[in-house]
């Protein structure tokens, strides 16, 4: 318990806790909600780049997918990655397509530095370039 407790005390150092989305996790700031549970939330991009742009983020304080898989524990990895299958069911999407990214640092354009998979439907998305 010990360990659990500093290892989470360790990856917090590394977590910018002022970052959007860990306020809007704090409900310091509002947020367009489509689903909620224990260990992940999914609301509506605020600067839709497709008709449906929903982004997914964990509860865990993660920055980006590397630190998600290599600190999180499998419970928490693999109900994330459920929830966003679940997501997809619920916005009726799976037939006509949708497109999930994740974008990592400098090179990958992150923005905001909590680990987030944004999922872009509703329309034809475009080639990456
Ligand atoms: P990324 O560039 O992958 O870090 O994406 C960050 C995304 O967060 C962008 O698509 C923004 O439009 C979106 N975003 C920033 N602030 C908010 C907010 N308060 N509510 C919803 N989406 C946001």
Known sequence: ????????KEIKKMYDENNIFA??????IPCDKIYEDEFSLFFN??????KIHV??????PC???????????NENISSFFRSVELVINKLNIEKNGYRLIT???QNGGQEVPHFHIHILAGEKIGVLR
């Open 1 to 8: 318990m010990k360990f659990i407790k500093n290892l989470i």
């Open 23 to 28: 306020k809007i996790l704090r409900k310091e």
């Open 103 to 105: 974008n990592t640092g």
């Open 55 to 60: 982004l997914g983020i964990p509860k865990f």
């Open 45 to 50: 991009d605020i600067n839709p780049k497709a």
């Open 63 to 73: 920055s980006n997918f590397s630190e998600f898989l290599k600190n999180a524990d």
